[in-house]
């Protein structure tokens, strides 16, 4: 069964580093989103991305925050300059189509800022 | 803004009685909800979705209803299992938008 698949499962860095976290979406859907958990918290919505550009982005992905979809395959997060309160888990999600509403979301990396 | 309210953290059954886990919102009623499973340090996994005109759909031993005029959305897991313990997300789109919010998730223990 086709899978969404994230890498790297986990990432420390130091505050002010970049970070990338990558995904390979399923390879027919169309639509793309990254997400973030605080340990404990909600699931947040962080942005979504459709034909090459930014559907909508919440108020937590200012400036630092960018996506990419680089190829056909990888759907990337880049935050630039990283904070203490990053840490979190950050799952990437894609679904099939505009009729297709379910979200299929992939094991998520754990960035560790220290 | 648009809001969803999972108003038990954490429930605890006894294995075979039926879990009923409850979604409110506020503002204006989505087309659909649906309802994710999650597992510590998983991500979340897609259960059912049910659409605005619909009251009731199952699947297996999952049922969900959606009454827009409580704004409200009832879980049911009937005949449960210590398998069945998880947390469960509601979610929705925002009309007019492009991005889905979740709730805080009810964390569900079946006990043995």
């Known amino acids: 069964e086709p899978e969404v698949t994230q890498t790297p499962s986990h990432q420390v860095t130091q505050m002010g580093q970049e970070v990338i976290l990558r995904c390979v979406p399923i390879?027919?859907?169309?639509?793309f989103y990254w997400y973030r958990q605080i340990l404990g918290q909600k699931v947040e919505f962080l942005v979504s991305?459709?034909?090459?550009?930014?559907?909508?982005k919440s108020e937590i992905f200012d400036d630092q925050f960018s996506v990419e979809r680089p190829d056909g395959s990888n759907f990337t997060l880049k935050i630039r300059s990283t904070k203490l309160e990053d840490s979190a888990m950050y799952f990437c999600a894609s679904r099939q189509s505009g009729a297709t509403y379910e979200q299929y979301f992939g094991p998520g990396t754990r960035l560790t800022v220290t | 803004s648009q809001k969803i309210e999972q108003n038990s953290e954490a429930l605890n059954i006894q294995e075979g009685k039926t879990a009923t886990l409850t979604c409110n919102y506020t503002n204006y009623s989505p087309a659909y909800l649906q309802w994710y499973r999650q597992d510590p340090g998983r991500g979340p996994v897609f259960l059912l979705l049910i659409r605005e005109n619909e009251k009731e759909k199952r699947k297996e031993r999952l049922k969900v209803t959606f009454d827009t005029t409580l704004k409200q959305s009832l879980f049911h897991i009937t005949a449960s299992q210590p398998a069945d313990s998880a947390t469960y997300l509601c979610?929705?789109?925002?009309?007019?938008?492009?991005?889905?919010?979740f709730g805080t998730g009810t964390r569900l223990k079946v006990l043995a």
């Open positions: 390879s027919n859907h169309l639509y």
């Open positions: 991305f459709y034909n090459n550009e930014i559907s909508e």
């Open positions: 979610a929705l789109d925002p009309p007019g938008t492009y991005k889905y919010i």
